[in-house]
């Protein structure tokens, strides 16, 4: 399968933001019946959890589930999406846990594994391997093992950290701090030609290309797309490519991938954003060879999710969990330092 069945939604689109003004002859009634009737594919349970998470706001106030709307109150609400129509098989599949709690789980995800079913991909995913890791739990989780509580994701072919929640209170107030942005994320990415400033900003609307709906691009123009930023410092020059440090301040899906594809640095090796060919370099022989045998060691684009930090949904104390970089990317920056070394590339 190729990556499109990853091309779901941004992170931000794990949750559904609702808005309703009370009528002028509304009676008082408590906020969660009233968003009870209002809101499909809910239930009381999980709008009081919502409540709890401070993800109802009343006048932009977070309230509790007891609260009783007036009229011309204006209600804002953040949920975790319903879940999707598609029966979720649980699967022995091996996952890298590096931390677990009773609230959440922290897995660092190997390159190729999809992190969720969609699009005839039901099978062999992240997903499925979490159903058959919560049902194993002794204090599993009825509700989550119908649906582990992803509350953000990274493309097939990334590797890196993620963190998933274990239970709906934990789901509500994570898919609330990723809503808010109110987290560290750090990525490392190897890229195709030398990025002349140490450090910068990327800022452009990503949205569907209109001539390939598989892929993203960016609308400088801010027509269409959502606004999304990446900011990048260097860590390390090869000449031909780059090595640099991404951190994201919104969550669109490709957006690493497609903001530098637009400044004109695409990942190495991205097949979907025009960096598996050779872009910068030689025309000798000898460097095609070299950059094939970084193809095949890396056959995938030199992305991995290194590290993330933030606030535990329910203790409050502040986690960071950190990742090496996966060999195939080791060993492919470790050529680039060789070749650099013994033909002491120029730019």
């Known amino acids: ?56 706001l009343v006048n932009e106030t977070p309230v509790k589930s007891n609260y009783r709307v007036k009229p011309l109150d204006v ?18 599949i091996p996952l890298n846990i590096v931390y677990e709690d009773n609230d959440i789980i922290i897995v660092n995800k190997e390159a190729g594994m999809v992190v969720h079913p969609g699009y005839g991909n039901y099978s062999g995913t992240m997903v499925n391997a979490l159903i058959y890791h919560f049902k194993n739990l002794p204090v599993a989780n009825k509700e989550m093992e119908q649906r582990p509580g992803l509350v953000h994701r990274i493309d097939k072919n990334t590797s890196g950290i993620l963190v998933i929640a274990k239970n709906e209170l934990s789901q509500a107030i994570l898919g609330k701090m990723f ?31 209109p001539k390939n709906r598989k892929i993203m691009t960016i609308f400088p123009d801010g027509s269409q797309g959502k606004h999304a930023i990446t900011h990048y410092k260097v860590m390390e020059r090869f000449g ?14 490709h957006q690493i991938r497609a903001h530098l594809k637009y400044i004109g640095h695409p990942l190495f090796n991205d097949d979907t ?17 070299f950059i094939d045998n970084c193809f095949e060691i890396l ?9 993330l930090g933030f606030n535990h949904p329910i203790s409050k104390e502040y986690m960071f969990f950190d990742s090496d970089l996966p060999n195939d990317m080791q060993q492919v920056i470790e050529k680039w330092r060789k070749y650099q070394t013994f033909n002491k590339i120029e730019e």
């Open 299 to 307: 056959p995938r684009q030199a992305l991995h999710a290194k590290s």
């Open 240 to 253: 031909y490519v780059t090595l640099i440090q991404c951190k994201l301040e919104t969550g669109r899906t």
């Open 75 to 92: 209600i804002s609400v953040v949920m975790t999406t319903p879940p999707r129509e598609i029966e979720l098989i649980p699967q022995d």
């Open 179 to 209: 809503f808010d942005r109110k987290l560290d994320r750090l990525y490392i990415a190897l890229v195709w030609g030398n990025i002349e400033e140490d450090e910068g900003t990327i800022t452009g609307n990503i949205g569907r290309s």
């Open 1 to 56: 399968m190729t990556e499109d069945i990853e091309l779901l939604e941004d992170e931000q689109e794990y949750f559904e933001h609702y808005k309703f003004i009370v009528d002028k002859g509304q009676g008082l009634y408590r906020i969660d019946k009233f968003l009870y009737g209002r809101i499909e594919n809910t239930s009381r349970n999980k709008i009081q959890n919502a409540a709890k998470a401070n993800c109802i």
């Open 273 to 289: 954003y025009g960096g598996d060919s050779i872009l910068k370099g030689t025309t000798f022989n000898k460097y095609k060879q």
